[in-house]
Antibody, heavy 123, light 108 residues
């Protein structure tokens, strides 16, 4: 059974940093792309970033490019999202999601999701 | 950027009825890289349909997807109480990846 457990969310001041983690189990971690998708309170889904199974390819939404960094550690079966220069509009529940493939366009298709971690950016 | 517009915003129906949800793209979605997700309150989204018309593992056959190019449809043939939720379409074949704003399916 695929399990994804996010952690690291919390309250942070504007301009601050936070690192989210997603511990994965139940599948061969390095064989699948992984994504971060966020949802602001009461709003819809917004794709944030994706990393290929090998970790060699990463992509970002324009809204976070240059501020967020996605990475993965296959030895720990863990996905990360380093978030710097945080803004109020980054406030959201952040979900990690398992891709269907390791690479290619279909790596952006999210077959399994964690329960999310809430990030609140406020002074 | 491909903008996905879902309609209606809210759909009020009774259990047993059929539902038709629409997702229109601002430009053609390549190779039908169009997916549908279901989200219930307080829960993570769940993948229902990918490739415009293929059901994900474990999804009941009352859910079906169709369409190509810029117009896509999610059809639920006979609504069960557990189907009342918010539904999102997603295109995953063009960067940036985008979602529609969602359709809320509520009990009438």
């Amino acid at each position: 059974e695929v399990q994804l457990l996010e952690s690291g969310g919390g309250l942070v001041q504007p301009g601050g940093s936070l690192r989210l983690s997603c511990a994965a189990s139940g599948f061969t971690f390095s064989s699948y792309a992984m994504s971060w998708v966020r949802q602001a309170p009461g709003k819809g889904l917004e794709w944030v970033s994706v990393i290929s199974g090998s970790g060699g390819s990463t992509y970002y939404a324009d809204s976070v490019k240059g501020r967020f960094t996605i990475s993965r550690d296959s030895s720990k079966n863990t996905l990360y999202l380093q978030m710097d220069s945080l803004r109020a509009e980054d406030t959201a529940v952040y979900y990690c999601a398992k891709g269907v493939y390791s690479s290619g366009w279909s790596m952006n298709l999210c077959s399994d999701w964690g329960q999310g971690t809430l990030v609140t950016v406020s002074s | 950027e491909i903008v996905l517009t879902q309609s209606p915003g809210t759909l009020s129906l009774s259990p047993g009825e059929g539902a038709t949800l629409s997702c229109r793209a601002s430009q053609s979605v390549s190779s039908s890289y169009l997916a549908w997700y279901q989200q219930k309150p307080g829960q993570a989204p769940r993948l229902l349909i990918y490739g415009a018309s293929s059901r994900a593992t474990g999804i009941p056959d009352r859910f079906s997807g169709s369409g190509s190019g810029t117009d896509f449809t999610l059809t639920i043939s006979r609504l069960e109480p557990e189907d009342f939720a918010v539904y999102y379409c997603q295109q995953y074949g063009s960067s940036p990846i985008t979602f529609g704003q969602g359709t809320r399916l509520e009990i009438k």
